[in-house]
DNA sequence: GGTGAAACTTCTAATAA
DNA sequence: TTATTAGAAGTTTCACC
């Protein structure tokens, strides 16, 4: 996949929309001194690109009563059950990310549950699928560090 | 925290926005078949609850050069330098997540690079913070699961 | 609580530079 | 590529249910 060429302008526009999707075009174009019209074609070619694939809110799922988070590794029995366990995985919500990783797991997941009790019961339903043969599991204490854009605005100075 | 009460109509938005925050209160309100100025005041009740914290656009990393993802496992000397750690951590902007964990490792992250050099680089430099006795690295071969959206469903029917 | 309409702001596409 | 502009579209407020 080809690295695409943004420009510093470009940058500064995604920079201002990362931090709130909402941000008027021309509040933006107020900010890079250019017209309204044009932050509105760069977002739309950035979008067309691929680069912006969409938006997304940010909520307070502690608020909403999911408070637990957890790592779970997973150990297979043999590595050709991948693709069916991770179907499996896919059926239960509360997995939020998964990924086939190398190292000591075959796949890796996140899950976000309740309350330890609601944890449990997941954790169960992954144990109980054909295939997986032991499972890890890391239960966050505190999330402390979650900032995309700290990666953005390196992403930026990289180019 | 209290768990926060919101109906039907709240899910509802909520559900169109997680799928593209610019969607038009227009449009939410013709399809639930209320008034856009309704849209409005519960969005904005939302926000000053702090269930919704905000909006962020979702990028193509790999698109923008970025295609290596690790999870990396930190084991500490001793718990007490965690907060340092942490800290430390916080200054590699690669580092996208980061988690004071129990089980296996004292803290775990995620790493975002560009390829296995650079992520290379990226562990030494964890490796090399005062107090990380040593690191295990496992290493994303795919993304196989990243939706929020199934968990927000799952929110709404319990509730 | 909600509505509907007015006033205001923003978006978007066409045209011109 | 960018700017300007003007009509379309969206947001927000408010008097009134």
Redesign the pocket.
Known sequence: MAKFKLDE?DHQILDMLIENTRT????IAKKLL?????V???V??MEDAGIIKGSSLTLDYVKLGYSFIAYVGIFLEKTHQTKFVLERLNQIPYITVAHITTGKFNIFCKIRAKDTKHAKEIIFKVDDIDGVSRTETMISLEESINDKRRLMHTIFNDL
């Open positions: 302008v008027p075009f021309t509040d250019i017209s309204a019209g044009t509105h074609v760069r739309k070619k």
